[in-house]
Antibody, heavy 121, light 110 residues
Framework: EVQVVESGGGLVKPGGSLGLSCTAS????????MSWVRQAPGKGLEWVGR??????????DYAARVKGRFTISRDDTKTTVYLQMNSLNIEDTAVYYC????????????WGLGTLVTVSS | QSALTQPAAVSGSPGQSIAISCIGT?????????VSWYQQYPGKAPKLIIS???NRPSGVSTRFSGSKSGNTASLTISGLQSEDEADYYC??????????FGGGTKLTVL
């Protein structure tokens, strides 16, 4: 069974940093392209960024709103993708979902349950 | 990249058919057949119900179908059921190799 499980959410002060992890199973992770999507309370979905497989160049793309502040990385030996978030502001408060892109064109076939990040003083 | 445009809310009675539109641009919906639709219940993670404009993943009801014309994609739900009451989001691949979502549509089954 395909599964992705996020962890690392919590409360952080404005200007602070937080790192999220997403551990996947049930598919060949080393070939997987993974995306992070977030959802602010009561709002819609917002794409955060994507990391391609190493075999596809390992390219990382980011949404304009987080570029330069957020960093996505992966460890294929641990079947884990990471989201490092720096210079957090209140607008970054959201549930962060890890997703598996099964096509390379953002067919987000599997979503984790999400982890809540709250930025507040 | 601006969000795709969806109606905020739609409604229908059981058994009816409804359609949700998703308006993009020549840089996303209009140029690629990589439009997906997601269903989300309150407090739950989204679930893929349509990919590549009109493909249903295994296990998704045949009552859900997708289409596209120009810069507008549509999700149609036929034979509306109470369990279809949820939020629906469209998304599209973009010319910048990024992903853009619609603002979401709340479906109410009357």
């Amino acid at each position: 069974e395909v599964q992705v499980v996020e962890s690392g959410g919590g409360l952080v002060k404005p200007g602070g940093s937080l790192g999220l992890s997403c551990t996947a199973s049930g598919f060949k992770f080393s070939d997987a392209w993974m995306s992070w999507v977030r959802q602010a309370p009561g709002k819609g979905l917002e794409w955060v960024g994507r990391i391609k497989s190493r075999g596809s160049g390992g390219t990382i793309d980011y949404a304009a709103r987080v570029k330069g502040r957020f960093t996505i990385s992966r460890d294929d030996t641990k079947t884990t993708v990471y989201l490092q978030m720096n210079s957090l502001n209140i607008e970054d408060t959201a549930v962060y979902y890890c997703t598996w892109d099964s096509s390379g064109y953002y067919r987000l076939a599997k979503w984790g349950l999400g982890t809540l990040v709250t930025v507040s003083s | 990249q601006s969000a795709l445009t969806q109606p905020a809310a739609v409604s229908g009675s059981p058994g009816q058919s409804i359609a949700i539109s998703c308006i993009g641009t020549n840089s996303d919906v209009g140029s690629y057949n990589y439009v997906s639709w997601y269903q989300q219940y309150p407090g739950k993670a989204p679930k893929l119900i349509i990919s590549d404009v009109n493909n249903r993943p295994s296990g998704v009801s045949t009552r859900f179908s997708g289409s596209k014309s120009g810069n507008t994609a549509s999700l149609t739900i036929s034979g509306l059921q109470s369990e279809d009451e949820a939020d629906y989001y469209c998304s599209s691949y973009t010319s910048s190799s990024t992903l853009v979502f619609g603002g979401g549509t709340k479906l109410t089954v009357l």
